[in-house]
């Protein structure tokens, strides 16, 4: 069973920091992207930032030059350094990955995991 679980989330004060994390566990043959989307009350669900196994980064550009997403491969684990939080950035935050994983058939697949609460105040 493939599982994407992140952590990090919590309150902090705007200007603040916090650095999510997201472990890819299972039968995973190979990563190809992972990346994070959030979405707040009310809003549909935005895309924040990707990942590629190239290490090719790209950021919305609400978060960009605030944010910063980095992986281990080692690990299966992709990281979101964000700084100077806004209350703008509050939402439940999302992992998401790309993976070939050992079905046999030579597929990828997208997985979530079950998202982490970011909290900013004003």
């Known amino acids: 069973q493939v599982q994407l679980v992140e952590s990090g989330g919590g309150l902090v004060q705007a200007g603040g920091s916090l650095r999510l994390s997201c472990v890819a566990s299972g039968s995973i043959l190979a990563i190809n992207y992972m990346g994070w989307y959030r979405q707040a009350p009310g809003q549909q669900r935005e895309w924040v930032a990707q990942i590629t196994s190239a290490d090719s980064k790209t950021y919305a550009d609400s978060v960009k030059g605030r944010f910063t997403i980095s992986r281990d491969s080692a690990k299966g684990t992709v990281y979101l350094q964000m700084d100077s939080l806004k209350p703008e950035d509050t939402a439940v935050y999302y992992c998401?990955?790309?993976?070939?994983?050992?079905?046999?058939?030579?597929?990828?697949?997208?997985?979530w995991g079950q998202g982490t609460q970011v909290t900013v105040s004003s």
């Open positions: 998401n990955a790309d993976l070939l994983i050992a079905t046999g058939d030579g597929l990828s697949y997208d997985y």
